[in-house]
């Protein structure tokens, strides 16, 4: 007969595998169990086809969560299309991302964040793929925020387009028949101007063009002015460099000439000042010749008394001059 299992060992193995089934959960999850999380609530105006639960969510490029669940319809007015998507954000990981102080669990400080522009919006990992993830930036120039919940159930982050739900909603409203038929119509009248042309004359005129400027390129007469050219440079040259050779010279002996013109300048200058400096009002030169002046008046006036003097007694040069007579 065969054995029977030991219900001993059989209850070892199934404790022990509890066990790690445990561990290995709370292992796997502990990082969610311990966090610090916070829903939040955003509602897009485009499609979230691509936008599945535990896609990241991220602060500037930063993962700071995931999405937690896409909606069609939550706490809305009747008539709102906005898709609403919830999303849990780890602020642990915002605090080990930052030195600064951003606690989105603050309701005043989460307001001001608003104020600021804090904005939430769909982001592609791939065009090729299509999934999308929710990227939350600061747009300072965003308009006022639009809020969509009626009863506050969770922090709502107002959204934005990004750019390429906004091309994608250019295209949507682009009237692609007009165009077709616009670029129909444009075609229409090129084929016909091009029908109109008479492509036949225009290769004969070419050919005509193209042969007439063979022959002048062979032409003996272009060959010999193309000579005469030649020849006329060369002669240039030579005289261009005979007249420098010539040039030169003259060029050196003109800056000679120059140097002794500024030599002779300088020593009229200085001559000039000379002369300037003997008629200054306080030069000794002019202070005698000014002496030597007033005595030839004096002289001259002296010789015009004697002048007058022998013309009323000429006999004064032989008898001398007369003494007064002496009263007894």
Sequence with gaps: MSEKPNPIIIGSFIVIG?????????????????????????????????????????????????????????????????????????????????????????????????????????????????????????????????????????????????????LIAKLANLDVTRAMDQLTSVLTRLDS???????AQINDGLTNLLASLNQLVRSPDLTNSLGSLHKTLDEYRLLSERTRARIDPLADSADGTLEEAQATLAELRQNLQNVRDLLAPEASLRRDVSATLDELAEAARSIGALADFLNRNPNALLSGRKRPDLKP
């Design 193 to 199: 101007s091009l029908a109109e042309l008479k492509v």
């Design 18 to 166: 509890l066990v790690l089934g445990v561990g290995g959960i709370i292992l796997f999850s502990s990082w969610k169990i311990f966090a610090k999380t916070e829903k939040y609530i955003l509602y897009f105006d485009a499609s979230v086809e691509g936008l599945n639960p535990g896609a990241p969510v991220r602060f500037r490029g930063v993962t700071v969560g995931s999405v937690v669940e896409t909606l069609i319809h939550h706490d809305q007015v009747a008539g709102d299309t906005h898709m609403p998507v919830i999303i849990e954000v780890d602020q642990s990981l915002i605090r080990k991302k930052t030195d600064l102080t951003i606690n989105l669990s603050d309701e005043a400080s989460f307001e001001r964040m608003v104020q600021q522009g804090m904005r939430g919006m769909l982001e592609a990992e791939s065009l090729v793929t299509g999934v999308l993830y929710v990227e939350l930036d600061i747009l300072p120039q965003a308009p006022a925020p639009t809020l969509h919940q009626v009863k506050k159930e969770y922090k709502e982050i107002p959204t934005e387009p990004t750019q390429i739900h906004a």
